[in-house]
Structures are given as structure tokens and as C-alpha cells.
């Protein structure tokens, strides 16, 4: 079992960086493939990027050029460098851990608000 725990969002202005972080915990953090969701109100989850046990990174059209996704396993953590970021990138963010073997797991999300 993993539990994920995220933190660094915020209000920033149009153009702005922020950097989330998640915290996983457990010992078997590198087996998992990990990735960052967002769902702003009234939407569906969203998927922003994701980031393979090899360290292969995807991305969604809408972040690529933008956002960074990157994973450090010797601290059990997940990443995601946000540049230039817009009004429509304003959403819970929520990173999640999933492996076939031991299932799929959800942080409890973390608000990032881009003003104008």
C-alpha cells in the first residue's frame, strides 16, 4: 500500500512557475508508475503527465513545452515543475501511484488558482 501526499500549490499570476510535490510512502515507491491529474470544477480528472518506472516521461498537449514531470526514488518522491502557467491551468491537482501487481492509489489533491 502506498499513501501519496501533495504539496506546493497556490495562487500565482498568468505566467508564473509553481513546483508540487508528492510524497509517497512505503518502500517499493520505484516499482510504482507514478502522474499528476488535475480536475478543475464541474470537470472530469485530467490527466497532465506521467512518468514510467524507467523514468519515460508523457504529457498532455495542453502542459508539453510547460510542465516537467520528474521522480527522485531514493526520496520517494514525485515532481511536477509548472512554467508559465495560464488562468485555465487553475484545478485540484492530484498525484497517483500505479502498479499492476499492488493496485492504484490517489493523494487527496492539492489547489493551484492562476489569476489574470
Known amino acids: 500500500q502506498v499513501q501519496l501526499v501533495e504539496s506546493g500549490g497556490g495562487l500565482v499570476q498568468a505566467g508564473g512557475s509553481l513546483r508540487l510535490s508528492c510524497a509517497a510512502s512505503?518502500?517499493?515507491?520505484?516499482?510504482?508508475?507514478m502522474g499528476w491529474y488535475r480536475q478543475a470544477p464541474g470537470k472530469q480528472r485530467d490527466l497532465v503527465a506521467t512518468?514510467?518506472?524507467?523514468?519515460?516521461?508523457n504529457y498532455a498537449d495542453s502542459v508539453r513545452g510547460r510542465f516537467t514531470i520528474s521522480r527522485d526514488n531514493a526520496k520517494n518522491a514525485l515532481y511536477l515543475q509548472m512554467n508559465n502557467l495560464k488562468p485555465e491551468d487553475t484545478a485540484v491537482y492530484y498525484c497517483n501511484a500505479q502498479s499492476g501487481l499492488y493496485g492504484l492509489y490517489w493523494g487527496q489533491g492539492t489547489q493551484v488558482t492562476v489569476s489574470s
Open positions: 512505503g518502500s517499493r515507491f520505484s516499482i510504482y508508475a
Open positions: 512518468i514510467t518506472t524507467g523514468g519515460t516521461a
